[in-house]
Antibody, heavy 120, light 111 residues
């Protein structure tokens, strides 16, 4: 059974750096073809893909946010970490991590999401 | 970037009646591998998105057969043959051929 859970702060101040952790079970990111992505959703708004990391450590970032994002993985801990710099109130959102199976372009299992507020 | 455009943005449906949502992409989603990288998700109130349809028309595991997807290239449709009360929420299309992009969402409510 695949599960994912996001963790991190609920509140950050503008200009600070955000670090979110996705802890998963039921699969290993050392398995060829697998990947984990991050998606966010501002309150009442649409989903927005942010970043993705492949089993082989290849990475993809949203072009509009690429300069602010870093995604890494720790296979031994079954974790994927997303950092986002220079936070702004418009970054207030629920942040989800999700599993991408092999061989597919979709995300099949999602975490419950973690709500982050950016405010001074 | 590939832009995904959904219509309508909201839909009010009587239980038992059909519903249809359109999704158009700014570029073809047909890959050279023969697959079309178009997916549909439903986000029920207070929940994470759940996958309904993958590769245009294949239902994900456990998805009722009242949900169907069709289309090709840049034009796609999600149909619900008979809407049930549990189908309320926001429906999103998503492309996965070039990174990932979601549509704006279509809110479905029950009359």
């Amino acid at each position: 059974q695949i599960t994912l859970k996001e963790s991190g702060p609920t509140l950050v101040k503008p200009t600070q750096t955000l670090t979110l952790t996705c802890t998963f079970s039921g699969f290993s990111l050392s398995t060829s073809g697998l990947g984990v992505g991050w998606i966010r959703q501002p309150p009442g708004k649409a989903l927005e893909w942010l970043a993705f990391i492949y089993w082989n450590d290849d990475k993809r970032y949203s072009p509009s946010l690429k300069s602010r994002l870093t995604i890494t993985k720790d296979i031994s801990k079954n974790q994927v970490v997303l950092t986002m710099t220079d936070m702004d109130p418009v970054d207030t959102a629920t942040y989800y991590c999700a599993h991408r199976p092999l061989p597919a372009g979709y995300f099949d299992y999602w975490g419950q999401g973690t709500l982050l507020t950016v405010s001074s | 970037d590939i832009v995904m455009t959904q219509t309508p943005l909201s839909l009010s449906v009587t239980p038992g009646q059909p519903a249809s949502i359109s999704c158009k992409s700014s570029q073809s989603l047909l890959h050279s591998d023969g697959k079309t990288y178009l997916y549909w998700y439903l986000q029920k109130p207070g929940q994470s998105p759940q996958l309904l349809i993958y590769e245009v028309s294949s239902r994900f595991s456990g998805v009722p057969d009242r949900f169907s997807g069709s289309g090709s290239g840049t034009d796609f449709t999600l149909k619900i043959s008979r809407v049930e009360t549990e189908d309320v929420g926001v429906y999103y299309c998503m492309q996965g051929i070039h990174m990932w992009t979601f549509g704006q969402g279509t809110k479905v409510e029950i009359k």
